[in-house]
Nanobody
Framework: QGQLVESGGGLVQAGGSLRLSCAASGRTFSSDSMGWFRQAPGKEREFVAA????????RYADSVKGRFTISRDDAKNTVYLQMNSLEPEDTAVYYC??????????????????WGQGTQVTVSS
C-alpha cells in the first residue's frame, strides 16, 4: 500500500508564496503521474496541476497557470507545488494524488487512486 503525505500549507497574505510537498512511501511512485487537487469549503474538489513520469508532460488548471509550478524529485519520492502570487481564491485544502496508470495524465479526480490527507492553504486579503 502506498502512502502520500502533504506538507507546507499555512496562512499567507495575498501576493505571497508557499511551497507544498508531497512525500510518497510504501511503493514505487516514480512511474506514476502525480497530481495536485484542491477543495474549498462548499465546493467540489478541483484539478490544480499534474506531472507525468519523469516530468515529460505537465498540465495546469487555467486558474493557476503562470503562478503555480509542479515538479517532482523521484530520488526523494517527493512532488512539489510552488505557489506564487497567491490570491484569496486559492484558499482550500490541497491534496496530492497518484495515478498508477502509466502514460495517463488525468485532470479529473477519478483517475487517481492514491490520495494524501491534505494540507490547508489560507490566503488572506
Amino acid at each position: 500500500q502506498g502512502q502520500l503525505v502533504e506538507s507546507g500549507g499555512g496562512l499567507v497574505q495575498a501576493g505571497g508564496s508557499l511551497r507544498l510537498s508531497c512525500a510518497a512511501s510504501g511503493r514505487t511512485f516514480s512511474s506514476d503521474s502525480m497530481g495536485w487537487f484542491r477543495q474549498a469549503p462548499g465546493k467540489e474538489r478541483e484539478f490544480v496541476a499534474a506531472i507525468s513520469w519523469r516530468g515529460r508532460s505537465i498540465r495546469y488548471a487555467d486558474s493557476v497557470k503562470g503562478r503555480f509550478t509542479i515538479s517532482r524529485d523521484d530520488a526523494k519520492n517527493t512532488v512539489y507545488l510552488q505557489m506564487n502570487s497567491l490570491e484569496p481564491e486559492d484558499t482550500a485544502v490541497y491534496y496530492c494524488a497518484a495515478d498508477s496508470q502509466f502514460g495517463r495524465l488525468g485532470v479529473t479526480a477519478n483517475t487517481y487512486s492514491y490520495w494524501g490527507q491534505g494540507t490547508q492553504v489560507t490566503v488572506s486579503s
